[in-house]
């Protein structure tokens, strides 16, 4: 299987930046995608192949993936945006979907 | 709107079985693969494998080889999950999501989830 690489936890203080990242082998030739998930709730994408955002999803979130790593960025983080985020991949040569293990942003 | 909805929570016994199920509206049912993702009290998600509608051909990822079998029914527009010989370490969450392949691969939407709780 894809092994896919999250710092457990990020913390940030509302209005700042919250970057996460999300490391994987060759990861940039691949294209990454991140689900936002809020306790009891299913996951919802919040960005995809790389750097789209789907309708209704707020600007101030982005993307971004180069090298071995994909970053999802919130800027100006608000209280609602407090979640679990999963950054996922699919890798043709092992023919799986790959998740990383989850960050929990706190927005405090 | 399209929109996955699943079967409701399970108890069951270690050893049984019990088969999950996830409807699917607002869209062309065998346009799309069906995914299953697994997620355990407090952890991340797993994918489990995917059923291509169409084919009817099933992936199972490690870990899910075995015990578990993917089905849909096209009359009802309806995948299934199944997994036999339950065990304590089976309870989890079981989300299906429909796969959409553009650049990437990614699962929008998600069903609501089931909860299959193993315990005697």
């Known amino acids: 299987s894809y092994e896919l690489t999250q710092p457990p936890s990020l913390s940030v203080s509302p209005g700042q930046t919250a970057s996460i990242t999300c490391s994987g082998d060759n990861l940039g030739e691949k294209s990454a995608c991140w689900y936002q998930q809020k306790p009891g709730q299913s996951p919802v994408v919040v960005i995809y192949d790389d750097n789209k955002r789907p309708s209704g999803v707020p600007e101030r979130f982005s993307g971004s993936n180069s090298g071995n790593t994909a970053t999802l960025t919130i800027s100006g983080t608000q209280a609602m945006d407090e979640a679990d985020y999963y950054c996922?991949?699919?890798?043709?040569?092992?023919?799986?979907?790959?998740f990383g293990g989850g960050t929990k942003l706190n927005v405090l | 709107q399209v929109q996955l909805v699943q079967s409701g929570s399970e108890l069951k016994k270690p050893g049984a079985s019990v088969k999950v199920s996830c409807k699917a509206s607002g869209y062309t049912f065998t346009s799309y693969g069906i995914n299953w993702v697994r997620q355990a009290p407090g952890q991340g998600l797993q994918w489990m494998g995917w059923i291509n509608t169409n084919t009817g051909n099933p992936m199972y990822a490690q870990g899910f080889r075995g015990r578990f079998v993917f089905s849909f029914d096209t009359s009802v527009s309806t995948a299934y999950l199944q997994i036999s010989s339950l065990k304590a370490e089976d309870t989890a969450v079981y989300f299906c999501?429909?796969?959409?392949?553009?650049?990437?691969?990614?699962?929008?939407?998600w069903g609501q989830g089931t909860l299959v709780t193993v315990s005697s």
């Open positions: 996922q991949a699919w890798d043709s040569s092992t023919v799986s979907v790959g």
């Open positions: 999501a429909r796969e959409v392949l553009t650049m990437g691969y990614r699962f929008d939407p």
